[in-house]
């Protein structure tokens, strides 16, 4: 994978993508965790899923070419793997 994209590498607490965004990229953890999360109506931070190396994000918007559905923050120093879809 590391080969067709590029790595990245994120502190912990750093905003991966963001829910509403275009998206044309994929990302694959290949160190650390990330948290999957929406904002209640105030504003309120709700985490979803905690995903770990060898998961995989941001493929809903890319397939679908649609916008992002939900924000990813590295829950812990991380390393991922990031895909452009060409077009």
Do not use: P, W
């Not at 790595?7 to 509403?20: D, W």
């Not at 998961?55 to 809903?60: A, C, K, Q, R, T």
């Amino acid at each position: 994978v590391s080969q067709i994209g590029k790595i990245k590498q994120f502190a912990e607490g750093s905003s991966i993508i963001f829910e509403g965004d275009l998206g044309n990229t994929i990302y694959f953890l290949i160190e650390g965790e990330v948290n999957v999360v929406k904002y209640n109506e105030f504003g309120k931070e709700i985490v979803l899923a905690t995903l770990k190396a060898l998961n995989f994000f941001g493929e809903i918007s890319l397939f679908n070419e649609s916008s992002r559905t939900a924000t990813i923050i590295s829950h812990t120093k991380c390393k991922v793997v990031e895909v452009k879809k060409e077009v």
